[in-house]
């Protein structure tokens, strides 16, 4: 087991081995860690309180005020010797003067639903965020008791000034005009009170009447399904004249068609009865083919054979047969 670095024996050697060395080491310690933990600071609290020095932040601003009376205003960070700024009232300034540290950096804020209304009457509210920053520490501590909240009172108040009685289309979509015209209206009388205006933005443009939302939103469910049953019958039009103008144009080939095949085979027949012969083969071969398809019971007898004929119509009690046919066609 290892041994503290104040009792390892090497350690011991080094104070000379003795009891009286450790309790100087010890001494000596307890008198370093008083004076860098409360003498140093307590000096130093001493020193400052006597306006020999002060320390400025980044972003701070020290204002120091004797008797109704600004002394100096330090706005730069860094270490300041209050004695070559103030003179012989660095002494006094801490104990008979005053001191105000301001915060030099950019703030922000935002201001919810400013209520304007437009040209067509329309309860609207207005979102604006802004920016803002201590310009001149003098005028902010002296000219204004509240600078932030005269502020926020004034871009709230511009905002329902400038911006009232505004077509309602140009008031949901010109916001950078908008936000140009607020800053505008805003900045020099901030300026007056040392609380610069920066970027101004609106940010939301909303309607506060809920019962006037409910009424748009129907409007607009009612007229997309306007427009929804519109284009459905759109479709269906343009359909039906596709559809009749090719069924018109079918027609009008199947008609074509048709009138062609009289021709065709008028042309055929009129090349075919040139040849007696072969004319009368065709009208046999059509004919064969017409008691074909029609189904019909054909029974073949000799010539000269009129009794044969009778004992067959009674036998099948059916009307008479067709004359026997010439030689040529059994």
């Known amino acids: 087991m290892s ?33 860098l933990f409360i003498v ?20 701070r601003c020290h204002v120091y005020v004797l008797f109704g009376k600004v002394l100096a205003v330090l706005d730069e960070p860094g270490i300041y010797f209050l004695w070559f700024k103030l ?30 209304n437009s040209e067509e009457g329309a309860p609207m509210g207005i979102g604006i965020w802004y920016e803002m920053f201590i310009s001149d520490p003098v005028a902010y501590l002296f000219k204004n008791a509240d600078p932030r909240g005269s502020l926020s009172a004034n871009v709230s108040s511009a905002t329902v000034r400038c911006l009232s009685n505004m077509p309602l289309g140009e008031m949901l979509e010109t916001r950078h005009a908008m936000s140009l015209t607020v800053r505008t209206e805003v900045s020099p009388k901030s300026n007056e009170w040392g609380y610069k205006l920066g970027s101004v933005y609106i ?41 009749s103008t090719a069924e018109r144009q079918a027609a009008v080939e199947f008609a074509k068609a048709a009138a062609m095949r009289p021709r065709i085979v008028g042309e055929a027949l009129q090349q075919i009865s040139a040849d007696p012969e072969i004319l009368a083969a065709m009208f046999d071969i059509l004919e064969m083919q017409s008691i074909i398809a029609g189904e019909a019971r054909v029974t073949f ?30």
Request: hydrophobic share 45%.
């Open 203 to 243: 940010r939301k443009v909303h309607f506060r009447d809920t019962g006037m939302i409910r009424q748009i939103e129907e409007k607009v469910v009612n007229r997309l399904r306007q427009v929804t049953s519109a284009i459905k019958q759109d479709g269906a039009n343009q359909v039906s004249i596709i559809t």
């Open 40 to 59: 140093v600071p307590i000096l130093f609290g001493f020193i400052r309180a006597f306006g020999f020095y002060t320390i400025v932040e980044e972003g």
């Open 87 to 116: 003179g012989p009232a660095a002494v006094i300034i801490n104990w008979l003067g005053q001191c105000h540290v301001l915060d030099l950096r950019l703030d922000q804020a935002y201001l919810r639903s400013q209520p304007v």
């Open 301 to 330: 007898v000799p010539e000269k054979s009129e009794l044969l004929s009778q004992l067959l119509v009674a036998e099948s009690g059916q009307r008479a047969p067709s004359p026997p046919l010439p030689p040529h066609k059994k």
């Open 3 to 35: 041994l503290p670095l104040v009792f390892h024996p090497v350690f011991a050697q080094a104070l000379g081995a003795s009891s009286g060395g450790f309790l100087q080491f010890v001494v000596a310690l307890a008198f370093t860690f008083a004076g």
